[in-house]
């Protein structure tokens, strides 16, 4: 019994020294959270994207550039399997976003497809933006449009930041993404 109880006690410990060791090496940059788009569940940055390579991209539901969902859909899809992920952000920053999660969660994941973790709308410019954006702009630089996006390595650094015009095929976005998954070794 008494062997049992101290059994008890040194698991407790070892989590207990795990979990703070976790949080001590989650990057600034994923400190928080984000509600999850059409869910109750909420996504904890750190726990989901710490140490792996991550593409963040602000999106928007009714933008001439919307269509970059496929093609983000496409790299997840392509490099999943090398460790990358790929968060999506809706955001209504630039008047492009719908009125409703519901309408939102349709054009994702029905219209496009998509896989990948998209939130619920959030503010990604200015000063009441998602740490995770404002921690985006001190390395790089804000979103100046929907679809922006951004590398990040497996320490929470910008490896690059690409414009809305960059398709999410393009050759130097690859090179980024790559760069980014090498990161994990």
Known sequence: MLMRRFYGLAVLLVSAWMGTAQAAECPPMLQGDVQKLRSQERIDLCERFAGKALVVVNTASFCGFTPQFKGLEALYQRYKGQGLEVLGVPSDDFRQEADSSEETAKVCYVNYGVTFSMSETQKVTGPDALPLFKELAAQSQAPGWNFSKYVVDAQGQVVASFPSSTAPD????????????????
């Open 170 to 185: 393009d050759p130097a976005l690859l090179a980024a993404v790559q760069q980014a998954i090498a990161s994990q070794r």
